[in-house]
């Protein structure tokens, strides 16, 4: 019973993947060779033959063959009497080859094998999954959602491998369920206690770089280089592009006719805004483009700080700050330069300037309606109350009482 355990035990291990048939045989051949030198103290006179296709093994012993009463080695030695029993012709000092059942050595040595031959393979396999996934960093894999933590999700991939999405991996608007297909770029694997450890995301820039390869032939050919990625996962993203053939246009490539290209990825990543800009050496010209869609009037550049000083008409203040902060933001992340907005007034223009009203209203207030580019009075009372509230954190009661106070400077 134990060694038809043994063999279904092997029968198995034969459909394990990632482990090729060389290394295999190698590893059985080593777990029976050890056992045999626990058993006999040698393995020298044993021939272990491995059957990967049937799941099966045999093992043979070479002895001598002695006159009867001078064995002095049992395992190395045959009396020629024994010898006779298998084959009436042996005669002395020929060799003897039998077969070794593994169960004639009892339960406890079958056990003991098992869980060694089960252990050395396990690790093996272990170790070619990390392997595996070592050349993979950077790549997009496609797998199906097992178990969903608080803080983590367990996928498996298509030969049930375990990796893992964190919270702090996901785009926010991320929601799985058990038995969902999900696509995440793999970014960090490690060893943690002897189990491979694969980390996947969905926010990395490097996610978004892939599904543009995937979606857009020329940047996957090389025809167009994608030259830097920014991106606040789930919100907004800007993608700066470079094409070394005039007759191709970067942006036009990407985005593709009426944008059927990008929207595979805007779905992807959860309706994510995605601006695509052309990459330029001209620091004034590519300031200009990563502050779309506001329209800029002038520039101040300061090269050694890695500072710019942006004017725009009132109107366009707001676009260029965006929801949040966010336009502003991602356009300092990707020309490398820190931005400051200013509103360019007209010649005929009478505004006041919000800190004039500081003995009036609370400076937090201010604050805030100076993070969304208002920054005099009119430039706040162009907008509505709606979009003052949709635009900032102030309460609608807030900012009628603002508005009440800067109409009463123009009255």
């Not at 084959?87 to 070794?100: I, K, L, N, Q, R």
């Not at 060694?116 to 690790?123: K, Q, V």
């Not at 580019?373 to 949709?390: N, P």
Request: with cysteine; proline share 3%; net charge negative.
């Amino acid at each position: 019973m134990e060694n038809i355990d043994l063999i279904e035990t092997f029968s198995e291990f034969k459909e394990l993947k990632n482990i090729d048939r060389a290394t295999m045989i190698s590893v059985l051949e080593d777990v029976f060779r050890g056992m045999l030198q626990k058993m006999f103290t040698t393995d020298e006179n044993f021939d272990v033959i491995i059957n990967i296709d049937k799941g099966d093994f045999e093992i043979w012993r070479n002895r001598e063959v002695v006159e009867d009463g001078l064995v002095e080695d049992p395992n190395r030695q045959i009396s020629l009497s024994e010898a006779k029993k298998i084959d009436e012709d042996y005669e002395v000092g020929e060799d003897v080859t039998d077969e070794v059942k593994f169960a004639d050595f009892g339960r406890r040595a079958i056990l003991a094998l098992r869980q060694n031959l089960t252990a050395r393979i396990l690790d093996l396999e272990k170790n070619n999954v990390y392997l595996k996934y070592s050349d993979r960093v950077g790549d997009i894999i496609t797998g199906e959602v097992y178990q969903v933590w608080k803080r983590e999700i367990l996928v498996l991939d298509e030969e049930a491998n375990e990796l893992i999405l964190p919270k702090s991996e996901q785009i926010p608007s991320d929601y799985f369920r058990k038995g969902d297909t999900i696509r995440a770029v793999v970014i960090k694997v490690e060893m943690r206690n002897n189990i491979p450890l694969i980390v996947l995301s969905r926010s990395s820039p490097i996610f978004l770089e892939r599904l543009f390869e995937l979606e857009v032939p020329e940047i996957f050919d090389g025809l167009i280089t994608i030259k830097k990625i920014v991106r606040v996962p789930g919100e907004r993203a800007k993608v700066a592009v470079e094409s070394y053939d005039e007759r191709i246009d970067p942006v036009g490539a990407c985005v593709g006719m009426k944008g059927s290209r990008i929207h595979g990825i805007v779905r992807e990543l959860k309706n994510e805004n995605i601006d695509v800009i052309n990459f330029t050496n001209n620091i004034q010209l590519y300031i200009t483009r990563a502050l779309s869609p506001a329209k800029i009037t002038s520039i101040k550049i300061d090269p050694e700080n890695n500072k710019a000083e942006v004017y725009l008409k009132p109107n366009e203040v707001s676009l260029a700050i965006g929801k949040g902060g966010l336009n502003i933001k991602l356009a300092s992340q990707l020309t490398g330069h820190e931005i400051d907005v200013y509103r360019e007034a007209g010649d005929n223009d009478e505004d006041v300037n919000l800190e004039e009203f500081a003995d009036e209203i609370d400076g937090w207030i201010l604050d805030e309606l100076k993070a969304v580019g208002c920054d005099t009075a009119k430039s706040v009372l162009e907008l509505s109350v709606e979009d003052l509230v949709k635009r900032t954190d102030l309460e609608e009661e807030t900012i009628s009482e603002v508005v009440k106070i800067l109409k009463a400077e123009f009255e």
